[in-house]
């Protein structure tokens, strides 16, 4: 499993996104520009244990943004324009830190949890599982991901991954909605926290399948 080190991070997270969001097409831009907080989250192991992976909830005033990001110690190829940036690292030295939608290590991980073979770990604690998100299964079994193309669709982007036995489109919901969650549509909720403090559960991914 991953560890999380407790070390910093320079820029921070929140730093590269307050660069990085009011440049993407489902950005709700407001006046005076991001002013971000982390409200939620959860982080997905790597089985090589090479790629950090992490999907983030950021606040931005009233509006909540989905976040999936992965940390690697050298440039992914091919990926230039999903790089949120780079960032030096306490511990493992710099950091290129990619919108996840785009890296292979990521997808094949969120279909793994959306099919129930991934377990979803703690976003801050090292080892921990956490039993807050939970995961439907589009169709039956395990799903090998033999390719996937990325495109962001109105307030969501959305994945279309081939697998041997068919497609699956999974929906990242970037803008979080204040909407009550559908605990059971396929795909994976998780919290958030509202301004006040207290949690809700939000839709971070739906997911259907075409069988081939």
Do not use: C
């Not at 660069?19 to 831009?29: G, I």
């Not at 244990?49 to 606040?59: K, L, P, Q, R, T």
């Not at 033999?146 to 982007?157: I, K, L, M, N, R």
């Amino acid at each position: 499993m991953a560890v999380i080190h407790q070390t910093t991070l320079v820029p921070s997270k929140l730093e590269l996104l307050t660069d990085w969001l009011p440049k993407q097409p489902w950005y709700r831009s407001r006046p005076g520009g991001p002013d971000l907080e982390r409200v939620g989250g959860f982080r997905l192991d790597d089985p090589a244990d090479a790629v950090g992976v992490e999907f983030m909830a950021v606040a931005d005033g009233p509006t909540t943004y989905l976040v999936p990001m992965t940390y690697r110690g050298a440039p992914l190829d091919g990926a230039d324009a999903a790089l949120l940036g780079t960032a030096e690292h306490g511990v493992l030295g710099q950091r290129w830190i990619y919108d996840g939608g785009h890296d292979p290590v990521l997808v094949a991980q969120l279909v793994a949890l959306i099919q129930g073979v991934a377990e979803p770990q703690a976003q801050s604690t090292s080892n921990v599982p956490d039993p807050t998100v939970a995961a439907r299964p589009a169709t039956e079994g395990p799903l090998t991901v033999t390719g996937f193309e990325t495109v962001d669709a109105g307030s969501g982007t959305e994945v279309r991954v081939a697998t041997e036995g068919g497609a699956l489109t999974v929906r990242l919901n970037r803008v979080l909605s204040d909407a009550p969650a559908d605990e059971s549509a396929p795909g994976v909720l998780a919290n958030r926290r509202r301004p006040d403090g207290t949690a809700v559960r939000a839709t971070y991914a739906t997911a259907t399948f075409r069988p081939a």
